[in-house]
């Protein structure tokens, strides 16, 4: 089945430090959606990424998306305690079936 | 954003008996919606595909007489937990999407806990 991985699983940081997450799909994704779950909390939204090779930004936030639609990152710069949680991928396979990725738990040392 | 609602947060029961969870979409009709299972400090996993006036659509290894899934309408789904074990205690959440390949907007989510 499709699988989405992510690494790193857990990532500590200092904060003002970068904090990166990569995401890796076994098959090519139509599209590839992102996601923060802050503890206790439900995933919300960031961004979806569609065309092969797109880099959108968020503010201190890059999302990009690989080549061969089949990997993704996002880039957190300067980090700050508000960025703590939780970070998935969610791969699309047909119409909105999302398929998570393992996730990426950040937490922003003060 | 939109918004989905999911009723309750919590609930805790007794091994053998049956629970519900809704899921409603307050703001716009979804023909369909999702129902995910995430245990503690992992993934969502996708647990089926609910969809409005037909079946339900299970993911491999999720048991369809164990979770029971109707949608009635454009804006509820329901996910029945029957005969509840401990080892179904989860949080379970639930998301739609206005439109098909759209941001997913997500539910509260449940937390069950089977004593």
Redesign the interface.
Known sequence: ?QQVMQIPQYQHVQEGEDFTTYCNSSTTL??I?W?KQRPG?????LI?LVKSGEVKKQKRLTFQFGEAKKNSSLHITATQTTDVGTY?C?G?RG?????????T?LTVIP | GAVVSQHPSRVICKSGTSVKIECRSLDFQATTMFWYRQFPKQSLMLMATSNEGSKATYEQGVEKDKFLINHASLTLSTLTVTSAHPEDSSFYICSASKTENTEAFFGQGTRLTVV
């Open positions: 089945g139509s599209n959606q996601y909390g439900h995933p919300v939204f979806q998935f969610a699309v119409g909105n079936n999302l398929f998570f990725g393992t996730g738990r």
